[in-house]
């Protein structure tokens, strides 16, 4: 009996160190294990880094550890999705076979319910007679007493067997459910890691992998952020305080311009803002839905949903409203990219009539020119108009 004992413990031993399954390492993710156990690891690898001095090396780090994260989570939803292909067609096999067998048992309870009919016309007095002697009459009554039983038996496995096949056909919907909506999952996920990538090469290619480079163009967008906010707030004092001079919709106020440069801008295009009681709004939510060129990559397209006339004509988009790329990148100090960023015209007109005025800010040893519109409802609406010459 000891040994018998000793031999199960070592037994169970064995079986729970085969079972388990040895920790992926730090160095194992970094090498581009698809592991889920990466997940948190990188998780945390990512905020780490953003938390870290705005650097090339550091931004590259970032990207580089999104791009293994998101693998991780392409495999671990394509293992999800075998997983529940081979569950689904496990539950094929069983459904297939309950409804032979549901078929089988119909047969057979047809079959014993002719009979126990039949049998239900013998009366106790005829089974009597036509017993030849009291242990035949006993034996005919126990079969059919035998028969009335196999019959509830049939009927019962019958309809468990249909309550099993209604179960098992709940189960394979609600796995094929599972299965979309992973498939929907792992596309949007491909998705990201082809933005990802292109994300790290527009970098690469902006900065010319040159920490100094990088440095310089982070400079430059911080210091162009300052001023900008420097300008809407001269603009919105000024306007408030009943400054400016008439203009009427569609009249020209400026011409796009370079203003700035080089500390505050890297080339001609207007930055144009939509402010509501001194907060920035997305001025594509006021503007026409046209097509206009879209050279904001690698964001994406977007759509506009006002009945504002644009201040340019033949408008090429090159930086949207929100956390745009560069606003990800940290390059307005963890904020938004307050206005649209845009090229085309060069003149710029006024979307709507109002007060006008035109002003400057410093930025460095450069001026940034600007061109401010309170328009003429109540609604506290401005207009702001940078870069101009």
Same mark, same amino acid.
């Given at each position: ?14 079986? !729970?160190?085969?079972?388990s $399954?040895?920790?992926?390492? *730090?160095s *194992? ?7 889920s156990?990466?997940?948190d ?7 780490q ?11 590259? !780090?970032q990207?580089?550890?999104q791009?293994?994260?998101t ?7 394509q293992v ?5 292909e081979?569950?689904i067609g496990?539950?094929? $096999?069983?459904i297939g ?7 089988? %048992? ?15 016309f013998?009366?106790?007095? *005829? ?5 030849q002697?009291?242990s035949?009459f ?5 079969y ?6 196999? @019959?509830?038996?049939?009927?019962? /496995? ?8 209604? $179960?098992q056909?709940d189960d394979?919907?609600i ?23 292109v994300?790290?090469? !527009? ?6 992998n040159?920490?100094?480079r ?9 210091? *162009? ?8 707030s001269?603009?919105?004092s ?9 203009v009427?919709?569609?009249q020209?106020?400026?011409?796009m ?13 207007? +930055? ?10 997305n001025?594509?939510n ?8 879209w @050279?904001?990559?690698? @964001?994406?397209?977007?759509g506009?949903s006002?009945?504002?006339d644009?201040? %340019?004509?033949?408008?090429s ?6 956390m ?10 963890? /904020?938004? +990219?307050d ?5 085309g015209?060069? $003149?710029?007109? !006024?979307?709507?009539a ?11 040893s ?7 519109i309170? +328009? ?10 940078l870069?101009?010459?």
């Amino acid at each position: 009996m000891k040994k018998l004992l000793v031999a199960l413990f070592f037994i169970a031993v064995f079986l !729970a160190g085969s079972s388990s $399954t040895s920790a992926i390492t *730090e160095s *194992e993710c970094d090498q581009g294990s698809t592991d889920s156990g990466c997940v948190d690891y990188f998780t945390n690898k990512i905020n780490q880094l953003s938390s870290q001095a705005n650097t090339l090396s550091g931004q590259l !780090a970032q990207f580089n550890s999104q791009i293994l994260l998101t693998q991780v989570k392409i495999a671990d939803a394509q293992v999800t999705i075998d997983k529940l292909e081979k569950e689904i067609g496990a539950l094929g $096999t069983r459904i297939g076979y309950i409804a032979t067998s549901v078929d089988k %048992l119909q047969v057979l309870l047809k079959q014993r319910i002719v009979a126990t009919y039949q049998q239900g016309f013998v009366s106790n007095l *005829e089974i009597i007679m036509s017993s030849q002697n009291f242990s035949d009459f006993i034996l005919r009554a126990q079969y059919l007493r035998q028969v009335q039983e196999n @019959d509830r038996k049939i009927l019962a /496995s019958l309809q468990q067997t249909k309550a099993n096949y209604a $179960t098992q056909k709940d189960d394979r919907e609600i796995k094929q459910a599972q299965i979309e909506e992973s498939q929907k999952k792992l596309v949007a996920l491909k998705a990201d890691l082809d933005q990802q990538k292109v994300s790290k090469q !527009a970098l690469l290619k902006l900065t010319q992998n040159d920490e100094s480079r990088y440095q310089q163009l982070l400079a430059a967008a911080l210091a *162009e952020k300052k001023a900008i906010s420097a300008a809407f707030s001269d603009a919105v004092s000024r306007l408030n305080s009943e400054e400016g001079s008439p203009v009427s919709q569609g009249q020209t106020i400026a011409v796009m311009g370079n203003s700035g440069a080089p500390n505050c801008s890297s080339g001609a295009h207007l +930055h144009f803002m939509v402010l509501k009681d001194g907060i920035a709004q997305n001025p594509a939510n006021y503007l026409k839905n046209i097509s206009p060129v879209w @050279d904001n990559s690698p @964001d994406s397209p977007f759509g506009f949903s006002g009945s504002w006339d644009w201040p %340019l004509s033949g408008p090429s988009i090159t930086q949207g409203f929100g956390m745009t790329y560069w606003a990800r990148l940290g390059w307005y100090n963890g /904020s938004i +990219h307050d206005g649209i960023d845009m090229v085309g015209g060069p $003149t710029i007109v !006024a979307p709507r009539a109002g007060k006008l005025i035109l002003g400057a800010t410093s930025c460095g040893s450069s001026t940034l020119k600007y061109a401010a519109i309170k +328009h003429n409802d109540d609604s506290g609406i401005i207009t702001l108009y940078l870069h101009i010459l």
